[in-house]
């Protein structure tokens, strides 16, 4: 089975910190996605990356950068934390048979 | 705008009774879907997916697909308790832009013991 971890379950941070969302899989699946869910809003997605050092925004980048440097570990940076940003993280990567595999979510509160 | 569509419900059935989840899709290209059950604070998990019309079961679990009409149901039969959850469908667009999936906001369903 796919495994997709995230590093962290539950995050507080303040605003204006400089945030990393770590996300690995074990499964040498090319394309990595980051996603966040909001209620009524669905999975929004921020940034995906389909190759090392590549990466295509989404729906809704702004405030959000994001690094690929091997090819198992994407991770999401929030430049400067702000309250907008408190979500559930989720990070994804994707079988062409079996669609996307998701990695547990990181719940963040900005405050 | 590539939509997909799902009533936000809640949707309320006895246990025992088939559950019947519905979703539409606007981009008529799509060529494969996606069912995941998401439980209230984690993430979705893939419980079916379809690439052909017609029907594919699994379990209690059966997968309706109609390209025709642009629509995609998911039938729980047996429902339990345990199957109460928020269901996401969702579709590849076409273009295969690198994997990546549309997903309507979710159908909640709650099974009544």
């Known amino acids: 089975d796919v495994k997709v971890t995230q590093s962290s379950r539950y995050l507080v941070k303040r605003t204006g910190e400089k945030v990393f969302l770590e996300c690995v899989q074990d499964?040498?699946?090319?394309?990595m996605f980051w996603y966040r869910q909001d209620p009524g809003l669905g999975l929004r997605l921020i940034y995906f990356?389909?190759?090392?050092?590549?990466?295509e925004k989404g729906d809704i980048p702004e405030g959000y950068s994001v690094s690929r440097e091997k090819k198992e570990r994407f991770s999401l940076i929030l430049e400067s934390a702000s309250t907008n940003q408190t979500s559930m993280y989720l990070c994804?990567?994707?079988?062409?048979?079996?669609?996307?595999?998701f990695g547990s979510g990181t719940r963040l509160t900005v405050v | 705008q590539k939509e997909v569509e799902q009533n936000s419900g809640p949707l309320s059935v006895p246990e025992g009774a088939i559950a019947s989840l519905n979703c539409t899709y606007s981009?008529?290209?799509?060529?494969?879907f996606f069912w995941y059950r998401q439980y209230s604070g984690k993430s979705p998990e893939l419980i079916m997916f379809?690439?052909?019309?017609g029907d594919k079961e699994d379990g209690r679990f059966t997968a309706q697909l109609n390209k025709a009409s642009q629509y995609v149901s998911l039938l729980i039969r047996d429902s339990q308790p345990s199957d109460s959850a928020t269901y996401l469908c969702?579709?590849?667009?076409?273009?295969?832009?690198?994997?990546?999936?549309?997903f309507g906001k979710g159908t909640k369903l709650s099974v009544k013991p």
């Open positions: 981009d008529r290209g799509s060529q494969s």
């Open positions: 990356s389909y190759d090392v050092k590549m990466k």
């Open positions: 969702a579709v590849t667009p076409s273009g295969g832009s690198q994997g990546n999936l549309i």
């Open positions: 379809i690439y052909s019309n």
């Open positions: 994804a990567s994707i079988s062409r048979i079996y669609g996307y595999t």
């Open positions: 499964m040498d699946h090319e394309n």
